[in-house]
Protein backbone atom coordinates (compact mmCIF):
# COMPACT_ATOMS: atom_id res chain seq x y z
CA UNK A 1 0.00 0.00 0.00
CA UNK A 2 1.32 3.52 -0.79
CA UNK A 3 1.85 5.56 2.06
CA UNK A 4 1.87 8.58 0.27
CA UNK A 5 -1.47 10.27 0.77
CA UNK A 6 -3.41 10.85 -1.62
CA UNK A 7 -4.94 13.90 -4.01
CA UNK A 8 -8.13 13.51 -2.06
CA UNK A 9 -6.57 14.18 1.37
CA UNK A 10 -4.06 16.47 0.43
CA UNK A 11 -7.16 18.68 -1.15
CA UNK A 12 -9.06 18.25 1.92
CA UNK A 13 -6.24 18.88 4.42
CA UNK A 14 -5.28 22.41 2.21
CA UNK A 15 -9.14 23.47 1.88
CA UNK A 16 -10.34 26.44 2.89
CA UNK A 17 -6.53 27.63 3.49
CA UNK A 18 -5.66 30.95 2.10
CA UNK A 19 -2.43 30.96 -0.23
CA UNK A 20 0.67 30.85 1.79
CA UNK A 21 -0.96 30.07 5.28
CA UNK A 22 -0.25 26.88 7.15
CA UNK A 23 -3.35 24.32 6.68
CA UNK A 24 -6.45 25.31 9.48
CA UNK A 25 -5.65 23.01 12.28
CA UNK A 26 -8.76 20.65 13.74
CA UNK A 27 -11.09 22.69 16.32
CA UNK A 28 -9.71 22.11 19.93
CA UNK A 29 -11.70 19.55 22.29
CA UNK A 30 -13.07 20.85 25.32
CA UNK A 31 -11.25 20.75 28.69
CA UNK A 32 -13.08 18.15 30.87
CA UNK A 33 -10.69 19.06 33.69
CA UNK A 34 -12.75 21.05 36.97
CA UNK A 35 -11.74 24.91 36.35
CA UNK A 36 -11.08 26.92 39.57
CA UNK A 37 -14.52 28.76 39.58
CA UNK A 38 -16.11 24.97 39.37
CA UNK A 39 -13.66 24.13 42.38
CA UNK A 40 -14.98 27.84 44.45
CA UNK A 41 -18.83 26.64 44.02
CA UNK A 42 -18.41 22.93 45.22
CA UNK A 43 -16.52 24.73 48.53
CA UNK A 44 -19.47 26.70 49.17
CA UNK A 45 -22.18 24.59 48.86
CA UNK A 46 -20.54 21.24 50.55
CA UNK A 47 -21.14 23.48 53.98
CA UNK A 48 -24.89 24.18 52.96
CA UNK A 49 -25.71 20.68 52.06
CA UNK A 50 -23.83 19.54 55.08
CA UNK A 51 -26.28 21.41 57.07
CA UNK A 52 -29.47 20.97 54.69
CA UNK A 53 -28.76 17.05 55.81
CA UNK A 54 -28.27 17.70 59.67
CA UNK A 55 -31.69 19.80 59.62
CA UNK A 56 -33.47 17.05 57.98
CA UNK A 57 -32.52 14.96 60.50
CA UNK A 58 -33.76 16.80 63.23
CA UNK A 59 -36.79 17.64 61.76
CA UNK A 60 -36.96 14.18 61.42
CA UNK A 61 -35.94 13.70 65.00
CA UNK A 62 -38.96 16.09 66.21
CA UNK A 63 -42.09 14.83 64.27
CA UNK A 64 -40.96 10.83 65.43
CA UNK A 65 -41.34 11.95 68.89
CA UNK A 66 -44.95 13.15 68.16
CA UNK A 67 -46.00 10.04 69.17
CA UNK A 68 -44.21 9.11 71.87
CA UNK A 69 -45.07 12.71 73.72
CA UNK A 70 -48.98 11.72 72.59
CA UNK A 71 -48.39 8.37 74.60
CA UNK A 72 -47.04 10.44 77.51
CA UNK A 73 -49.64 13.06 78.04
CA UNK A 74 -52.01 10.13 77.74
CA UNK A 75 -50.14 7.98 81.09
CA UNK A 76 -52.25 7.95 84.03
CA UNK A 77 -49.39 6.88 86.23
CA UNK A 78 -45.46 7.51 86.37
CA UNK A 79 -44.27 4.04 85.23
CA UNK A 80 -46.20 5.16 81.85
CA UNK A 81 -45.08 8.25 81.70
CA UNK A 82 -41.48 7.17 81.87
CA UNK A 83 -42.03 4.12 79.53
CA UNK A 84 -42.98 6.53 77.02
CA UNK A 85 -39.82 9.24 77.72
CA UNK A 86 -37.41 5.78 77.05
CA UNK A 87 -39.42 5.16 73.63
CA UNK A 88 -38.71 8.69 73.07
CA UNK A 89 -35.21 7.93 73.93
CA UNK A 90 -35.47 5.10 71.29
CA UNK A 91 -36.46 6.49 68.44
CA UNK A 92 -33.88 9.42 68.69
CA UNK A 93 -31.01 7.03 68.77
CA UNK A 94 -32.39 4.83 65.65
CA UNK A 95 -33.00 7.99 64.15
CA UNK A 96 -29.38 8.90 64.58
CA UNK A 97 -28.18 5.36 63.77
CA UNK A 98 -30.02 5.20 60.20
CA UNK A 99 -29.12 8.79 59.38
CA UNK A 100 -25.14 8.36 59.87
CA UNK A 101 -24.46 4.46 59.22
CA UNK A 102 -27.60 4.32 55.87
CA UNK A 103 -26.94 8.22 54.88
CA UNK A 104 -23.36 8.91 56.24
CA UNK A 105 -25.11 12.58 57.98
CA UNK A 106 -21.80 14.53 59.42
CA UNK A 107 -22.19 13.79 63.24
CA UNK A 108 -25.74 12.57 63.26
CA UNK A 109 -26.19 10.92 66.40
CA UNK A 110 -25.19 14.36 68.10
CA UNK A 111 -27.39 15.96 65.54
CA UNK A 112 -30.30 13.91 66.67
CA UNK A 113 -29.53 13.91 70.26
CA UNK A 114 -29.73 17.78 70.11
CA UNK A 115 -32.94 17.98 68.78
CA UNK A 116 -34.59 15.49 70.93
CA UNK A 117 -33.06 17.68 73.76
CA UNK A 118 -34.62 20.79 72.37
CA UNK A 119 -37.69 19.27 71.53
CA UNK A 120 -38.02 18.07 75.41
CA UNK A 121 -36.97 21.40 76.63
CA UNK A 122 -39.40 23.13 73.98
CA UNK A 123 -42.34 20.75 75.28
CA UNK A 124 -42.99 22.14 78.62
CA UNK A 125 -43.17 25.57 77.99
CA UNK A 126 -45.51 25.34 75.07
CA UNK A 127 -47.87 23.23 77.18
CA UNK A 128 -48.22 25.68 80.14
CA UNK A 129 -48.93 28.10 77.26
CA UNK A 130 -51.85 25.85 76.12
CA UNK A 131 -53.09 25.40 79.52
CA UNK A 132 -53.42 29.36 79.79
CA UNK A 133 -55.91 28.89 76.69
CA UNK A 134 -59.71 28.46 77.84
CA UNK A 135 -59.87 25.23 76.25
CA UNK A 136 -56.33 23.52 75.02
CA UNK A 137 -58.49 20.74 72.96
CA UNK A 138 -57.82 17.16 73.25
CA UNK A 139 -55.09 15.22 73.97
CA UNK A 140 -54.25 14.40 70.40
CA UNK A 141 -54.66 18.05 69.65
CA UNK A 142 -52.68 18.89 72.15
CA UNK A 143 -49.51 16.85 71.35
CA UNK A 144 -50.15 17.64 67.70
CA UNK A 145 -49.78 21.76 68.29
CA UNK A 146 -47.05 20.94 70.99
CA UNK A 147 -44.98 17.85 68.91
CA UNK A 148 -44.94 19.82 65.74
CA UNK A 149 -43.94 23.06 67.56
CA UNK A 150 -41.61 21.83 69.37
CA UNK A 151 -40.12 19.90 65.82
CA UNK A 152 -39.50 22.67 64.15
CA UNK A 153 -37.89 25.21 67.13
CA UNK A 154 -35.99 22.28 67.39
CA UNK A 155 -34.65 22.24 63.74
CA UNK A 156 -34.06 25.64 63.42
CA UNK A 157 -32.12 25.31 66.73
CA UNK A 158 -29.93 22.77 65.68
CA UNK A 159 -28.95 24.60 62.26
CA UNK A 160 -27.99 27.39 64.14
CA UNK A 161 -25.81 25.76 66.32
CA UNK A 162 -24.15 23.13 63.96
CA UNK A 163 -23.38 26.14 61.69
CA UNK A 164 -21.88 27.47 64.38
CA UNK A 165 -20.07 25.07 66.43
CA UNK A 166 -18.89 22.74 63.42
CA UNK A 167 -16.66 19.81 64.33
CA UNK A 168 -17.36 20.73 68.28
CA UNK A 169 -21.62 19.20 68.20
CA UNK A 170 -20.89 16.50 70.11
CA UNK A 171 -19.94 18.60 72.55
CA UNK A 172 -23.19 20.86 72.41
CA UNK A 173 -25.17 17.39 72.19
CA UNK A 174 -23.71 16.37 75.61
CA UNK A 175 -24.36 19.78 76.94
CA UNK A 176 -28.24 19.77 75.02
CA UNK A 177 -29.16 16.72 76.98
CA UNK A 178 -28.09 17.24 80.30
CA UNK A 179 -29.91 20.88 80.38
CA UNK A 180 -33.06 19.69 77.77
CA UNK A 181 -33.60 16.17 79.22
CA UNK A 182 -33.63 17.35 82.74
CA UNK A 183 -35.92 19.99 82.73
CA UNK A 184 -38.09 18.32 80.26
CA UNK A 185 -38.53 14.82 82.56
CA UNK A 186 -38.66 16.94 85.66
CA UNK A 187 -40.72 20.05 84.27
CA UNK A 188 -43.13 17.95 81.98
CA UNK A 189 -45.34 16.41 84.94
CA UNK A 190 -46.57 19.64 86.19
CA UNK A 191 -46.87 21.49 82.71
CA UNK A 192 -49.20 18.26 81.83
CA UNK A 193 -51.12 18.55 85.22
CA UNK A 194 -51.84 22.54 84.30
CA UNK A 195 -53.31 21.49 80.95
CA UNK A 196 -55.59 18.52 82.48
CA UNK A 197 -56.88 21.33 84.45
CA UNK A 198 -57.63 23.35 82.04
CA UNK A 199 -59.40 20.41 79.84
CA UNK A 200 -61.49 19.51 82.82
CA UNK A 201 -62.42 23.12 83.45
CA UNK A 202 -63.66 22.98 79.77
CA UNK A 203 -65.52 20.13 80.12
CA UNK A 204 -67.40 21.64 83.09
CA UNK A 205 -67.85 25.06 81.74
CA UNK A 206 -69.84 23.00 78.97
CA UNK A 207 -71.77 21.03 80.82
CA UNK A 208 -73.02 23.53 82.66
CA UNK A 209 -73.93 25.76 79.77
CA UNK A 210 -76.32 23.52 78.66
CA UNK A 211 -78.09 24.49 81.57
CA UNK A 212 -78.97 27.24 80.93
CA UNK A 213 -77.75 28.93 83.96
CA UNK A 214 -75.77 32.58 83.35
CA UNK A 215 -72.51 32.63 84.99
CA UNK A 216 -71.97 35.52 87.59
CA UNK A 217 -68.80 35.60 89.88
CA UNK A 218 -69.83 38.43 92.78
CA UNK A 219 -66.71 40.00 94.53
CA UNK A 220 -67.12 40.46 97.92
CA UNK A 221 -64.99 42.78 99.70
CA UNK A 222 -62.20 40.64 101.59
CA UNK A 223 -63.17 37.76 100.55
CA UNK A 224 -61.79 35.31 97.59
CA UNK A 225 -63.61 32.25 95.91
CA UNK A 226 -61.63 28.91 96.33
CA UNK A 227 -63.62 26.81 94.65
CA UNK A 228 -66.73 25.60 92.73
CA UNK A 229 -68.89 22.67 92.71
CA UNK A 230 -71.85 21.54 90.35
CA UNK A 231 -74.78 20.61 91.98
CA UNK A 232 -76.73 17.59 89.67
CA UNK A 233 -80.41 16.59 90.26
CA UNK A 234 -80.92 12.60 88.14
CA UNK A 235 -77.35 14.16 86.69
CA UNK A 236 -78.98 17.49 84.86
CA UNK A 237 -76.92 20.67 86.13
CA UNK A 238 -79.47 22.83 88.49
CA UNK A 239 -76.86 25.15 89.79
CA UNK A 240 -73.27 25.80 91.10
CA UNK A 241 -71.90 27.06 94.20
CA UNK A 242 -68.58 29.16 94.61
CA UNK A 243 -66.88 29.04 98.05
CA UNK A 244 -65.57 31.96 99.45
CA UNK A 245 -62.78 32.20 102.23
CA UNK A 246 -60.91 35.19 103.38
CA UNK A 247 -58.27 36.76 101.53
CA UNK A 248 -54.62 36.57 101.97
CA UNK A 249 -54.61 33.69 104.27
CA UNK A 250 -53.16 30.44 103.57
CA UNK A 251 -55.14 27.26 104.47
CA UNK A 252 -58.30 30.01 105.47
CA UNK A 253 -62.17 27.98 106.08
CA UNK A 254 -64.63 28.67 103.76
CA UNK A 255 -66.89 31.41 105.03
CA UNK A 256 -69.32 31.81 102.85
CA UNK A 257 -70.97 29.67 99.99
CA UNK A 258 -72.88 31.38 96.92
CA UNK A 259 -75.09 29.34 95.07
CA UNK A 260 -76.01 29.99 91.03
CA UNK A 261 -79.12 28.98 90.66
CA UNK A 262 -82.62 29.68 89.28
CA UNK A 263 -84.69 32.43 90.57
CA UNK A 264 -85.24 32.45 94.16
CA UNK A 265 -87.79 33.96 96.83
CA UNK A 266 -87.69 34.59 100.37
CA UNK A 267 -91.29 32.69 102.05
CA UNK A 268 -92.63 35.45 104.41
CA UNK A 269 -94.73 32.25 106.13
CA UNK A 270 -91.94 30.52 107.14
CA UNK A 271 -88.74 33.04 107.52
CA UNK A 272 -88.67 36.73 108.12
CA UNK A 273 -87.48 38.74 104.79
CA UNK A 274 -85.75 41.74 105.79
CA UNK A 275 -85.79 43.57 101.84
CA UNK A 276 -82.50 45.19 100.76
CA UNK A 277 -81.57 46.79 97.77
CA UNK A 278 -81.84 44.15 94.86
CA UNK A 279 -81.52 41.54 97.93
CA UNK A 280 -83.61 40.12 100.60
CA UNK A 281 -81.80 38.51 103.57
CA UNK A 282 -84.10 35.75 104.96
CA UNK A 283 -83.56 34.84 108.57
CA UNK A 284 -84.94 32.52 111.21
CA UNK A 285 -85.15 33.22 115.08
CA UNK A 286 -83.22 36.33 114.41
CA UNK A 287 -80.39 34.09 112.95
CA UNK A 288 -79.69 34.80 109.02
CA UNK A 289 -80.49 31.36 106.92
CA UNK A 290 -79.51 33.14 103.50
CA UNK A 291 -79.43 36.58 101.65
CA UNK A 292 -81.30 35.76 98.20
CA UNK A 293 -80.64 38.47 95.14
CA UNK A 294 -81.88 38.21 91.54
CA UNK A 295 -79.63 39.23 88.46
CA UNK A 296 -81.71 39.14 85.37
CA UNK A 297 -84.03 36.52 86.00
CA UNK A 298 -80.32 34.60 87.58
CA UNK A 299 -80.93 34.04 91.56
CA UNK A 300 -77.74 34.42 93.64
CA UNK A 301 -77.84 32.38 97.37
CA UNK A 302 -75.36 33.28 99.62
CA UNK A 303 -75.29 31.21 102.91
CA UNK A 304 -72.81 31.26 105.95
CA UNK A 305 -70.95 28.50 106.42
CA UNK A 306 -70.69 27.25 110.29
CA UNK A 307 -67.60 28.92 111.02
CA UNK A 308 -68.15 32.18 109.08
CA UNK A 309 -71.12 33.25 110.67
CA UNK A 310 -71.04 36.83 111.54
CA UNK A 311 -67.60 37.06 109.28
CA UNK A 312 -69.18 39.79 107.25
CA UNK A 313 -72.81 41.78 107.36
CA UNK A 314 -75.05 40.53 105.59
CA UNK A 315 -75.88 43.93 103.84
CA UNK A 316 -72.22 43.57 102.57
CA UNK A 317 -72.99 40.14 101.16
CA UNK A 318 -76.29 41.24 99.84
CA UNK A 319 -74.71 44.34 97.65
CA UNK A 320 -71.87 42.19 96.42
CA UNK A 321 -74.47 39.89 94.86
CA UNK A 322 -76.94 42.32 93.60
CA UNK A 323 -74.11 44.04 91.84
CA UNK A 324 -72.74 41.26 90.56
CA UNK A 325 -71.33 41.13 87.04
CA UNK A 326 -71.94 38.24 84.59
CA UNK A 327 -68.52 35.81 84.18
CA UNK A 328 -67.85 33.16 81.98
CA UNK A 329 -68.05 29.97 83.33
CA UNK A 330 -64.27 28.68 82.05
CA UNK A 331 -63.45 30.98 84.53
CA UNK A 332 -65.77 29.67 87.13
CA UNK A 333 -65.08 26.39 86.59
CA UNK A 334 -61.61 26.33 86.94
CA UNK A 335 -61.53 27.74 90.43
CA UNK A 336 -59.08 25.63 92.97
Known amino acids: MDPRPTAEATAGATAGAAPGQPPAQPPAQPRTATTAPDAAVGAATEPLARLAAQGLVALLVGLQLVLPLRGAIGSDTYGGYYGWVGIGIAVTVVVGLVARLVLAVPHALAVAATAAAVYLFCCPILLWLLAGLEDPGSDGEVALIVGTTSAALATLVVVGVAARVGEALAVVAL????VGFGFGVSAGEPAWSAVRDAQEAAERAAEIEE???????????????????ISRTDGVVT??????SRSGEMFASTLLYVDITGAQECDPELYECEQGDGYVVVSRDGEVDSIIATVDGQGLVATYSSSGSGAIAPDEVGAALAGAEESDWVTIAGLG
Open 211 to 229: SGLSAYLPEIEGMDPEFST
Open 239 to 244: GVSLAY
Open 175 to 178: ISCV
